[in-house]
């Protein structure tokens, strides 16, 4: 990363020196790009080769973060962006995680209402009025 | 404006990094971030969209978990048969890996404007539109092929829970959207990239070649949650 850093600054045009940090060597983008084609395989592979229950997750959420990751630090430049910014983007969407539980618990309860209502059940117990 | 730019981390006595940095920047009286403004605005408004995506798949997620009837399976859903045996979700393989290979391509025309190459920039910025065209060409191909053979629709589809078309066309839809608006987008900077209106108007600053890529690299982004929830699992 240093030895990166240092290239950048070499090449830095002199018109934008204090934006000079922009100027990165393309092989970085070459590698992730080749990268996001990997981990794209491998998320096919994933659905190709039938893979099942917890192994199947716990791959397509890797590789799906892996690849997300990729794309925001080296693509969109994160990674070379001062903490202010960053923080600024990608603390908020962490309040989505309570988002997410919520409407998990909401969507389980609602599974079990409707089993209950209109289960197989429901019809056994019918409400006496 | 070339002033406050001037002024930017580096002339500023009280530049820090870490997290003293992130304080000394947000409570001095100045600006906050030491970005163009058309950069921290794109962010800002990726942030949002962030939000509205969210929404759509989470909304997904709660209807797939609520409904009682088997959900129909992805994998089989969008297969498609090239001469012989059905291969599954090729289609989508197909439009993922255009999708990498066009936010490649922007990813080097972002490169290319930093370093004023202008043919390059241009090149690589419609390589880009062209691949994001197709992309949007193939979803076109798809939602032709759920709704004619498959019988989708967003109220019912033969295959098992009705929620499924609804997710299916709204989410990929407003992907699908995105991609369009992106294509026109990229089209624009390029033409003006290309007319030489950044060097008549900007003194050559071809910011704004970063900030259209942010918008793309930020669709691709999109369609890696969307192809992980809604067509893997």
Redesign the interface.
């Known amino acids: 990363m240093t030895d990166h850093a240092q290239t950048a600054t070499a090449t830095a ?1 002199p ?5 000079g940090h ?3 060597p ?1 092989g970085i ?2 590698v ?2 080749i990268l ?2 990997v981990l ?1 395989g491998f ?2 592979a ?3 080769f039938h893979l099942e229950g917890n192994l199947r ?1 716990g791959l ?2 890797l ?2 973060f892996l ?2 990751g990729l ?2 630090a ?4 994160m990674a070379w ?5 960053i ?3 990608l603390v ?2 962490l309040s ?1 995680l309570v ?2 539980s919520l ?2 618990i ?3 309860y ?2 079990l209402t ?2 209950v209502m ?2 197989p059940a429901a019809e056994i117990e019918a409400p006496p009025h | 404006m070339n002033d406050q730019a001037m002024t930017g981390v580096a002339d500023h006595p009280a530049a820090a990094s870490g997290l003293r940095g992130v304080v000394g920047d947000w409570s001095d009286e100045k600006q906050a971030f030491h970005v163009p403004w058309g950069k921290a605005m794109m962010w800002i408004f990726l942030l949002s969209d962030t939000f509205i995506f969210s929404c759509f798949l989470i909304s997904y997620m709660n209807v797939r978990i609520t409904t009682t009837v088997p959900w129909p399976n992805p994998s089989e859903v969008f297969a498609l048969s090239l001469g012989g045996e059905p291969i599954p979700l090729i289609l989508i393989a197909i439009m993922t890996f255009v999708l990498i290979t066009s936010s490649g391509t922007m990813a080097l025309a972002v490169n290319y404007g930093y370093r004023r190459d202008k043919k390059k920039t241009v090149l690589l910025m419609i390589a880009t539109a062209l691949l994001g065209a197709t992309f949007v060409g193939m979803q076109a191909f798809e939602w032709t092929k759920l709704i004619v053979d498959e019988g989708v629709r967003p109220w019912g589809n033969p295959m098992g829970a009705a929620q499924f078309g609804s997710s299916f066309f709204m989410i990929t839809g407003f992907h699908g959207m995105h991609v369009s608006a992106g294509v026109i987008y990229l089209l624009v900077i390029a033409t003006r990239v290309g007319t030489g209106y950044y060097d008549r108007h900007r003194g050559g600053n071809y910011e704004m070649v970063e900030i259209a890529g942010l918008y793309w690299h930020f669709v691709d982004l999109v369609w890696v949650f969307i192809f992980a929830f809604f067509y893997l699992w």
């Open positions: 045009t018109a934008k020196g204090a934006e922009q100027q990165h393309l983008y070459i992730v790009w996001l084609f794209s998320s096919y994933v659905d190709y997750w397509i959420l590789f799906m690849k997300a794309i925001v080296i693509f969109m430049h962006e001062r903490l202010a910014l923080y600024a983007i908020p969407p989505l988002f997410i409407m998990a909401e969507g389980d609602t599974f409707r089993l209109f289960g």
